[in-house]
């Protein structure tokens, strides 16, 4: 019986937060072990499904790095990455968007479904969603920097009840490019902005953003996640995770988040319980991002 009464307060628990989230959009980038790990792949499908019947409306931005790393590989084709960004070549452009656009963006789309969702998988070309150009004057190839985020598009298709399932992959202003490659945490981050949503969320292999002792960071603003950068704690894949965090933030999104995707249910966890998980990212004069600023800049 002690049991079910938790349940229940568990469930009371969370209805200050369902109030809070009903009808607002959440960005969640998807990628690492949630991504790979079949129990952790459920899980996820069942939390998407779980917000969407509670009124909230996920938009999903998925990665797949170590897939297209894996296939580059096997077809020897060179690979390699600069601050976490992948320089991209006009072979392995093709294989990006083989992997992203037609292998994993339709089975994340076809779990969800399988799920009880209704889930449609586009890519940025598709109605010219994300375009973009050459990243540093074409110094990453055809990776590419975005221009603009066709937020319109994306919010009509949650009107009409759908969750966009996003692969990260830009149109070209030229006729006949093959595209580009958009880091898919940049692309949440942009997506999220021109969405108007409430949160970005990344699932990510990691806790969150860790200091040099590996403690976790709870809260960052853009100020500390300079800082940070400056004497090399936050180096590597983590940098185009916390400037995309901090452009989002700046840009009209209340909050954003790097979470653990290998914990069952993180996603829930950050929603909907007060302490939450991760790290959170947070505009230190945004009076609705619920921070004790004294606090906060006193500890």
């Known amino acids: 019986m002690q049991n079910k009464h938790q349940k229940v307060q568990t469930l009371l628990d969370a209805i200050p937060y369902i109030k809070k989230f009903f009808g607002k959009t959440i960005v969640i980038k998807y990628g690492g072990s949630a991504q790979t790990s079949p129990d952790l792949k459920e899980k996820f499908a069942q939390d998407i499904v779980f917000l969407s019947l509670l009124g909230i409306k996920p938009v999903i931005v998925h990665g797949g790095g170590a897939r297209i790393t894996e296939l580059l590989n096997k077809l020897e084709i060179p690979s390699h990455f600069v601050d976490g960004h992948r320089v991209t ?4 452009m093709r294989v990006v968007e083989m ?6 963006n339709k089975n994340i789309t076809s779990l969800l479904n399988h799920h009880g969702a209704k889930a449609i998988g586009i890519s940025g070309k598709d109605s010219a969603l994300i375009n973009a150009i050459p990243k540093d004057n074409g110094r990453f ?3 590419g920097e975005i221009t603009k985020v066709n937020g319109s598009m994306i919010n009509n298709l949650i009107k009409e009840g759908f969750i966009p399932v996003i692969a990260p992959i830009a149109d070209s202003a030229e006729p006949n490019h093959p595209g580009f490659n958009i880091n898919a945490d940049v692309a949440a981050c942009e997506i999220a902005a021109a969405v108007g949503a409430q949160k970005v969320l990344f699932l990510t292999d990691t806790i969150g953003v860790l200091d040099k002792e590996g403690k976790l960071i709870q809260t960052l603003d ?3 996640v300079e800082n ?5 704690t936050i180096a590597g894949g983590m940098i185009p ?6 452009d989002a933030i700046h840009n009209g999104v209340n ?11 993180s996603i829930l966890l950050e929603l909907f319980t007060s302490d939450g998980i991760g790290t959170q990212f947070v505009r230190l004069d945004n009076p609705n991002n619920g921070i004790d600023l004294e606090k906060l800049l006193n500890d």
């Not at 070549?89 to 392995?92: A, Q, V």
């Not at 995770?241 to 901090?246: P, R, Y």
């Open 228 to 232: 940070y950068k400056k004497d090399g």
């Open 89 to 92: 070549c006009e072979e392995s």
């Open 241 to 246: 995770k916390v400037d995309s965090c901090i």
């Open 222 to 224: 853009k100020q500390s």
């Open 255 to 265: 909050k954003a988040h790097i979470i653990d995707g290998r914990v069952e249910h």
């Open 99 to 104: 992997v992203l656009s037609g292998e994993i």
């Open 141 to 143: 190839g055809y990776t």
